[in-house]
């Protein structure tokens, strides 16, 4: 994929957020750079259709989201998913963002487990019409896994689809709730900020371990 050195489109990277952390932060700043974006929208989701329930509620996510991008230019937090009754599907935000940007061009910066899948997504080929759609390898030895289904996506869907292959950050809300949980140390795995802000509220104290989570 030619990159250009003019800074145009949009990245969209969506999760729960639960908690936000280095690796979200790490792929926001990657794809910026890489892609030369103008801007990363993340933007929490209300519903999952892909994970089970969040643990913090869309306040708390949203607060420490705001508070982990604070300062880092060209990248903001989007609420649009979460004002949207029921669950969050992709080929409905890329719907609104292209009616909201027109001509802007849009980029779905996706984790490898959620890339891998993108197949079965509901409107998978509205997605691929929308956008660029970009895996991100969490190993070393993913990158010829997605770069395999980049293809598959090619032939099958004509998507436009891109692998990014800086070497990733591997880090898990789920093992960083767990730390917190057991009031470990989160040093480099999320901002202080947000962890202050975790502490503070109490949150994930009491909060069940639930199935590993992509990036």
């Known amino acids: 994929m030619d ?3 003019e800074r145009t489109g949009t990245g969209l990277l969506g999760g729960t957020f639960d908690p936000v952390h280095n690796g ?4 926001a700043r990657t794809a910026m750079q890489r892609l030369s974006l103008s801007r990363v929208i993340m933007m929490p989701a209300g519903v999952p259709p892909h994970k089970d329930p969040a643990g913090a509620s869309p306040v708390h996510r949203v607060a420490m989201l705001r508070l982990a991008v604070d300062g880092l230019q060209g990248v903001e937090v989007s609420e649009l ?3 949207r009754p029921g669950k969050s599907y992709t080929a409905d935000t890329l719907e609104t963002l292209a009616a909201l940007c027109p001509g802007e061009r849009l980029y779905l910066l996706c984790g490898a487990d959620m890339f891998l899948t993108l197949q079965d997504w509901y409107r998978c080929e509205r997605i691929f019409e929308l956008c660029t759609v970009v895996g991100m390898a969490r190993s ?3 990158r010829e896994s997605l770069a395999a289904h980049a293809e598959l996506l090619r032939e099958r869907y004509g998507a436009r ?3 990014l292959d800086e070497e990733p950050l591997e880090l898990s809300s789920t093992d960083i709730r767990r730390r917190i949980a057991e009031n470990s140390s989160t040093e480099g795995l999320l901002p202080e900020v947000v962890r202050a802000y975790i502490d503070r509220e109490g949150l994930y104290r009491n909060t069940p371990a639930r199935r590993e989570e992509p990036v």
């Open 3 to 5: 990159i250009s050195t």
């Open 24 to 27: 979200h932060l790490w792929i």
């Open 81 to 83: 998913e979460l004002a």
């Open 140 to 142: 070393g030895g993913q």
């Open 161 to 163: 689809a891109c692998i």
